[in-house]
């Protein structure tokens, strides 16, 4: 397999290996939006949970859309990710039309007087973080696939599909990968 750590960078996909058995990543699906020489952050896109954004974040009781589990890291930290960096101040695009962060306050705003639709925004607690070449040290062990990223991948609901689908992508070899189970040595 080709050097997949020299294609990582902020707006592809990080795809946990099948190898990866660490249940906080074992087949993960996960967004970068920061990658450089002191570290890396992404967010779990196939991690739903249990309760919805308007159950769990102050400003923003009228959206019934699912919170997500971003990562490991600060579980009490709020994120969120929308394709209106447009209208939100302080938001750093990671692919065309895809956006990290922003004012928040601006964002409950937003949504409150129909300007965004909540639909637009997914948001997460906590995130993915690794500190300078420990997400390289991770791939070198074979923990980890690219893939190319999409509007439609990070705003996709079919969370039990996102993994061997986005494996799949990749083509080859990765398409026998997408099809192994879960636990082979169950077989």
Known sequence: MVNEFEKLEAGKLLLASANLLESN????????????????LGFILN???EFKVCEAIAGFEDIDEVLHMGGPVQVDSVHFLHTRGDVIDGSF???????????????????????????????????????AGQLETEFEEGAWYTAEATKEIVF???????????????????????NSPELPGLN
């Open 156 to 178: 996709s609901d079919a969370y039990e599909r996102m993994w061997s689908r986005s494996v799949r992508s990749k083509g080859g070899e990765y398409q026998i990968v997408a």
């Open 93 to 131: 695009e990671i692919l065309p039309g895809l956006f990290w962060g922003g004012d928040k306050d601006q964002l409950s705003f937003l949504i409150n007087t129909g300007v965004i639709q909540s639909s637009d925004v997914r948001f997460f607690l906590g995130y993915a973080g690794w500190t």
């Open 25 to 40: 990543f074992k087949r993960t699906v996960l967004i970068m939006c920061e990658h450089n020489e002191k570290g890396s």
């Open 47 to 49: 991690r739903p949970m």
